[in-house]
């Protein structure tokens, strides 16, 4: 018996080990397969400068700011209203409700929804429908909005990464203990002023780890805005929502796809994944700082 | 010895409480003296924490809880569908068996309360939070770092802090439920003599797993078992010659 | 920090204080009814003893609320047993001061014989022992308490002396055998006194110091502050009143013996 559960335990150790390794080779392998791919090109020119020569010289630049401007608007979008439906099923819904399950089941299943259907989604819903729609209602049958842009995509982008925030955000707001709402309530507050002046300041580092895990998806996700608004290459800088925009991921799509000649935009490639991998792993960094410093304060 | 009875502050009447199917208190009828301290005492589950709850509708936070009969503060039916709960919850201040003090400064904590009904002239909550810490017998250990996060006091000054929190709300009743079951014996000894300053001002009601502890801070005891109150009385009575076979074996420690 | 514990522990004390003053007074007023043959004196004593009773009620009841609702330790501990055995002796002093008050009607008529038998002389010590002791109760003080026992034994040989005379006596005239009993009884009864006063002299050790000095032999050498008083032979007055077979315990089951603490 107790060699049985030594075999057991062996197995299930090396098991284990075997995984880590491999695990930790994978994350190893792409990051040195990029590093050495893009090492050579990326520079502070890299990041700062348009793209030449149909993109097989110059830099990113459009790139980066247009993911930038892509995943703030998605936050601006995204967020509060993450945040109130959270709030809403954590401090307001009957945990049975009917309203709460469905709310419940529809971020389940927006969450396992591929993200290329978002993307349909967002032609069909927004270019299609709500954007001539407007068209036609402010701008007397003008186009402007029923065609891709920066607004279209990052409200794709905000759909998918609600339930990430909504998640997210229902778990921080879990984590303030039962006994400080209470505390507060039995001094007079009301709900609103219980869940404004203690339930939020308690989880407000939750919430943000959130918002920065949705950017960090957010950025790099291709899918959502390929039909919704990122452009193949501009040679300006989008000025407006209704504007076209350049994104970083797009941009690797298009340069291993699209380019005429791919091999010579090999090191770009490799330099653009290596800035779109530092801009995620940054955030996610910052993610986990943040979680881990409201876990001291909890201590 | 025979004091006279004071005015009674809380009645209930026929009190019965639900958790789903479960009945969890039956049919409770009790009178709660003024400004004095009235004890819950019985095992674990037997309804004491729950009944404590009913008394600031603490209990309307969970959904599956039923309740029949009436609840009597200063004979106002406290159930009724009229009652505005944030006001009452003003009146009937509560300290809780974990303490509780928010992840803000001593001075905030305090000013927390005045603070919800609109007090925010720093003059008046400087005052406010004076009295209360004073009043809470704590003002001597905290005075010289109110800026200070609440949460660097040890156990027990916590606890007085939250009492102070509540004071500064300037209640009339205070609940408390077992305020000291996690303090040492050192912090526990102050805040029973703190109760026994309060009960000048306050009427207070006490739910203790401690029956010593019950012993020497109340004036009236209760004692409830599987959702009845088996007795109530003058804790000297309830002490020295209970009525109740069921009250002596639970406080002889013969029970079961 | 227990401050209104010792409020309840100093409402104790005051009311021992009271017992005590209500009981040394009701001794002083019997002592005075016997020498001065006042009936109409006794007869309040008698009359007081209800109020006495009462008081020690009242005690009783505080002891058991102290105990039941504080669970006194250490000195608290001690404070309230001795005060329910101090309360215990003075209530029986009060009863044994209304036995005597309950016989001065049948010796009133031979105030010659009292004189005699230096009756007043040994009044006059109980008397002292009773108000050393209330002041002891009242002061704590512990340093007076050898000269509870040393009058105690004084009286106690007094009135076996005085005993002796009055049996004497009585063999030779059958007329005086009312009045002998009676003065008999009463010296007993003031004897008890002497003894029940230095009980509670014990009692206040035992609180303030926490040695127990019931059934001790040669308790003063423990005041003395040697703890094995067997092997004090030699003290003088100790040994001289053991040798007369003095029972400080007015109890007469309580064997002298220095086995147990």
């Known amino acids: ?299 | 010895m025979n004091k006279i009875m004071k005015e009674v502050k809380i009645v209930t009447k026929d009190l019965t409480l639900h958790y789903g199917q479960k009945m969890a208190l039956n049919s409770i009828n009790i009178q709660i003296p003024e400004k004095e301290v009235t004890a819950f005492i019985g095992p674990s589950g037997c309804g004491k924490s729950t009944f404590l709850r009913c008394l600031n509708r603490m209990n309307d936070l969970i959904p599956s809880v039923k309740i029949t009969g009436e609840i009597r503060i200063d004979d106002l039916d406290i159930y009724q569908k009229k009652i505005d709960v944030v006001n009452l919850r003003k009146k009937i201040g509560m300290v809780f068996q974990k303490s509780n003090p928010f992840a803000k400064s001593i001075f905030e904590n305090i000013a927390y309360g005045p603070r919800i009904n609109g007090i925010n002239d720093k003059k008046t909550l400087t005052e406010i939070v004076e009295r209360s810490l004073k009043n809470a017998a704590i003002w001597g250990e905290v005075k010289d770092r109110l800026q200070d996060s609440a949460l660097g006091l040890s156990g027990g000054q916590q606890q007085r802090l939250c009492i102070a929190r509540t004071l500064a709300v300037e209640p009339e009743i205070i609940l408390m439920d077992e305020p000291a079951s996690a303090l040492d014996p050192i912090s526990t000894g102050k805040i029973e003599e703190l109760i026994f300053e309060l009960k000048k001002d306050y009427t207070i009601v006490i739910v203790t797993h401690n029956m010593q502890q019950a012993a020497r801070v109340s004036d009236h005891t209760a004692f409830f078992y599987l959702g009845e109150l088996i007795e109530h009385g003058r804790t000297r009575k309830i002490f020295t010659t209970p009525d109740k076979k069921q009250t002596e074996e639970y406080i002889t420690g013969r029970f079961g | 920090m227990e401050r209104h514990f010792e409020l309840e522990l100093e409402k104790l004390n005051k009311r021992l204080i009271k017992m005590g003053n209500l009981v040394a007074e009701q001794v002083h007023n019997v002592f005075d009814a016997l020498l001065r043959a006042d009936s109409e004196l006794a007869h309040q004593i008698i009359e007081k003893d209800s109020k006495v009773d009462k008081l020690d009620n009242k005690i009783d009841k505080l002891c058991q609320r102290l105990f039941a609702l504080t669970q006194p330790v250490a000195t608290d501990l001690r404070l309230i047993m001795a005060a329910l055995r101090i309360n215990n002796d003075l209530e029986r002093m009060g009863d044994h001061a209304v036995s005597i008050a309950q016989k001065i009607e049948g010796i009133s008529d031979y105030q010659e014989i009292i004189a005699e038998l230096h009756i007043d002389e040994i009044v006059r010590m109980t008397d002292m022992i009773v108000n050393d002791v209330i002041t002891i109760l009242n002061t704590k003080n512990v340093a007076f308490v050898k000269d509870i026992f040393d009058l105690a034994s004084a009286i106690d040989e007094k009135a076996q002396t005085a005993t002796a005379k009055i049996m004497e006596e009585m063999m030779h005239k059958s007329d005086v055998i009312v009045v002998a009993t009676n003065l008999i009884i009463i010296l007993t009864n003031v004897e008890r006194l002497a003894g029940y006063s230095t009980n509670i002299a014990e009692s206040i050790v035992f609180v303030v110091d926490g040695r127990i000095m019931k059934h001790k032999k040669k308790s003063f050498d423990i005041l003395n502050g040697a703890p094995t008083s067997e092997t004090v032979q030699t003290d003088e007055p100790v040994s001289e009143h053991q040798e007369e077979g003095t029972e400080r315990d007015p109890e007469p089951t309580s064997e002298a013996t220095p086995s147990e603490g």
Request: proline content about 4%.
């Open chain 1, 1 to 299: 018996m107790r060699l049985k559960n030594k075999i057991i335990g062996g197995a299930i150790t090396s098991a284990s080990a075997v995984s880590v390794i491999l695990i930790i080779s994978i994350i190893v392998i792409i990051l040195v397969v990029t590093i050495i791919g893009g090492k050579d090109k990326i520079s502070w020119e890299f990041i700062t400068s348009f793209p030449k020569e149909g993109m097989m010289e110059g830099g990113i630049f459009p790139a980066i700011y247009g993911t930038a401007l892509l995943v703030i608007i998605m936050s601006i979008a995204a967020v509060p209203f993450g945040a109130i439906t959270a709030i809403y099923l954590s401090e307001y819904a009957h945990e049975k409700s009917w309203i709460a399950q469905s709310i419940r089941f529809a971020v389940r299943t927006l969450a396992t929804v591929p993200s290329i259907i978002f993307g349909l989604f967002g032609l069909g819903f927004f270019i299609q429908f709500v954007g001539p729609g407007m068209d036609k209602w402010f701008l007397g049958g003008q186009l402007k909005w029923a065609q891709p842009n920066l607004l279209w995509a990052s409200l794709t982008m905000a759909l998918l990464t609600l339930p990430v925030v909504i998640v997210s955000v229902e778990e921080a707001i879990r984590t303030v203990p039962r006994e400080l709402r209470e505390a507060s309530l039995a001094l007079g507050a009301t709900k609103w002023q219980t869940i404004k002046k203690v339930v939020i300041p308690g989880s407000i580092s939750g919430i943000m780890t959130g918002t920065i895990l949705a950017v960090s998806r957010g950025a790099g996700e291709v899918a959502p805005i390929l039909f919704t608004g990122a452009a193949y290459s501009l040679a300006t800088l989008p000025t407006s929502v209704s504007d076209q925009f350049m994104n970083l991921g797009y941009h690797i799509y298009v340069m291993s796809t699209q380019s005429s000649n791919v091999d010579k935009t090999l090191p770009i490639q490799f330099a653009t994944t290596l800035v779109l991998l530092m801009l995620t792993f940054t955030l996610n960094l910052a993610a986990v700082l943040i979680r881990s410093s409201l876990r001291r304060r909890v201590k």
